[in-house]
């Protein structure tokens, strides 16, 4: 069984940086896509970033492109999230997810996520 767990939430203040991690365990790493969702207080879930099996492909919401970075070692088995020029609206719990494929390509749809972590808080203040 695959296990996630997300680290490196908090507070931040309004344009500074956070790096969120994702450690993968269960099974290997290399045979899922991996990405990062995230939640507000009273909205639906939504996609933020999702990377590829080997890393090579990356695809990003309109909301972060630009200002977050998506990536992954292989050999940590771990995914990262790299968050610059934070702003209010990006305050939710963000989540990772692996999706097992055998596709070279990202996955995009929550629903063709396998497994979720249980999330880490982002607080964005102004």
């Known amino acids: 069984q695959v296990q996630l767990v997300e680290s490196g939430g908090g507070l931040v203040q309004a344009g500074g940086s956070r790096r969120l991690s994702c450690a993968f365990s269960?099974?290997?790493?290399?045979?899922?896509?991996m990405g990062w969702f995230r939640q507000a207080p009273g909205k639906e879930r939504e996609f933020v970033a999702a990377v590829s099996r080997s890393g090579g492909n990356t695809y990003y919401a309109d909301s972060v492109k630009g200002r977050f970075t998506i990536s992954r070692d292989n050999a940590k088995n771990t995914v990262y999230l790299q968050m610059n020029s934070l702003k209010p609206e990006d305050t939710a719990r963000h989540y990772c997810a692996a999706a097992y494929t055998p596709y070279s390509g990202t996955v995009i749809s929550p629903n063709d996520y396998d497994y979720w972590g249980q999330g880490t808080q982002v607080t964005v203040s102004s």
């Open positions: 269960g099974r290997t790493f290399s045979n899922y896509a």
